[in-house]
Nanobody, 121 residues
């Protein structure tokens, strides 16, 4: 069974930086697109950024220029970087994989459990 596990969240002061990691585990042949979403308190989950297996990136309009998504295919890991954090960035950040190829078939629409980032003012 394929699982996604996020790490790197915690309490950060405004103006600080975050680097989140999401590692996929299990019998994985390859992973196609991977994404980061976030859900702020009392708000709906929203897309932050996506990255294809080939490294092509795309960002939600409101996130462009703030976040950087990257991945290491050899480690089955995707990263999210942001500098100059603001209290409005407080949210649970979720990792998502749209298609994971395993020796036994394709797993689709896989979510991590989320990691909480709290930005204090």
């Amino acid at each position: 069974q394929v699982q996604l596990v996020e790490s790197g969240g915690g309490l950060v002061q405004a103006g600080g930086s975050l680097r989140l990691s999401c590692a996929a585990s299990g019998s994985i042949v390859s992973i196609n697109g991977m994404d980061w979403y976030r859900q702020a308190p009392g708000k709906q989950r929203e897309l932050v950024a996506t990255i294809t297996r080939g490294g092509r990136t795309n960002y939600a309009d409101s996130m462009r220029g703030q976040f950087t998504i990257s991945r290491d295919n050899a480690k089955n890991t995707v990263y999210l970087q942001k500098n100059s954090l603001r209290p409005e960035d407080t949210a649970v950040y979720y990792c998502h994989a749209d298609t994971v190829n395993t020796p036994w078939g394709i797993n689709r629409n896989i979510w991590g459990q989320g990691t909480l980032v709290t930005v204090s003012s």
